[in-house]
């Protein structure tokens, strides 16, 4: 028989923070990346927290993965791995309210859980065995002694990913869940039948609000639950 499902991103979704970011700014600031990457971080960063334009964060996020990947064949994999340790003992345990009980919940009724992240592939599998996932996915840089440069990037469509991994677990897509917070969740929920953008970006706002899925805010310790109630959301208890 088919299992139930429920599968979640991690990164501003189940975490507070990037994962990805987190690592790659740890490698920068250890000399790991090259002279200039830390700079080249900060200067990106400083231009999204500012708030310059609609697109820095995007753009801080271009810079932060070019500055990785453009010294990956210089890195190597145990300074990498330390790294991963240290942002996970740092970050596991900064989630939000929200969908840590969420996840806590639908477990605890037999759902299998999922989650599929554009983070790196050792840090989403350390934090999903930390938090009882059953299958996970992440970005693979391709590695033996050294990196490659080799890539496979998870969250550039996750609707196939989570299609390959339904069938592979035999999973059913009746009263499944999903939670997502950015543009690249949009297509993993809209074969769900239970979406929830979460803390979503203006894009995946824009889809929720047009496919009318619930949209969940967390802010500070107040949790917001908004249901599209004909041609307006309202607040549900």
Same mark, same amino acid.
């Given at each position: 028989?088919? /299992?139930?499902f429920?599968?979640f991103?991690i $990164?501003?979704t189940?975490i507070?923070w ?6 790659v700014?740890k490698l920068?600031?250890g000399?790991?990346l +090259?002279? /200039?990457?830390?700079d080249k971080? *900060? ?9 310059? *334009?609609s697109?820095?964060?995007? %753009?801080?996020?271009?810079v932060?993965i070019?500055v990785f #990947? ?5 890195l #190597?994999?145990?300074?990498?791995? @330390?790294?991963? %340790?240290?942002v996970? @003992?740092?970050y596991? %345990?900064?989630?939000?309210?929200y ?5 806590? %919940?639908?477990?605890?009724?037999g759902?299998?859980?999922l989650?599929i992240s554009?983070s *790196?592939q050792e ?5 999903a065995k930390y938090y009882g996932? $059953?299958?996970?996915? +992440?970005?693979?840089y391709?590695?033996?002694? !050294? ?6 990037i998870? !969250? *550039?469509?996750?609707?196939s990913?989570l299609k390959q991994m339904?069938k592979?677990? $035999?999973?059913?897509l009746e009263?499944?869940y999903?939670? +997502?917070?950015?543009? !690249? @969740?949009?297509e993993?929920?809209e074969?769900i039948?239970n979406p929830?953008a ?11 609000k047009?496919k009318k899925?619930?949209i969940?805010?967390? /802010?500070k310790?107040v949790?917001?639950?908004l249901? !599209? $109630?004909?041609?307006?959301?309202v607040?549900?208890?």
């Open positions: 028989m088919s /299992r139930k429920a599968v991103d $990164d501003g189940l507070r990037q994962l990805y970011h987190a690592v700014d920068a600031s000399g790991y +090259g002279e /200039r990457a830390k971080l *900060h200067q990106a960063r400083m231009i999204w927290k500012n708030r310059e *334009h697109e820095a964060f995007a %753009d801080y996020e271009a932060l070019d #990947e453009s010294a990956l064949t210089t #190597e994999p145990k300074q990498f791995d @330390d790294m991963v %340790d240290d996970i @003992d740092q596991k %345990d900064q989630v939000y309210t969908t840590r009980n969420l996840l806590h %919940d639908l477990k605890s009724k759902y299998f859980l989650a554009g *790196h840090l989403v599998e350390k934090l996932f $059953d299958d996970w996915a +992440g970005t693979k391709e590695r033996g002694k !050294s990196f490659s440069g080799e890539k496979f998870a !969250s *550039h469509n996750k609707q990913l339904i592979e677990h $035999d999973l059913t009263n499944s999903a939670v +997502g917070d950015s543009t !690249s @969740d949009a993993m929920l074969i039948e929830i979460f803390n979503p970006n203006q894009t995946l706002l824009d889809i929720a047009s899925w619930p969940v805010l967390e /802010r310790n949790v917001y639950r249901n !599209s $109630d004909e041609e307006q959301y607040l549900f208890d």
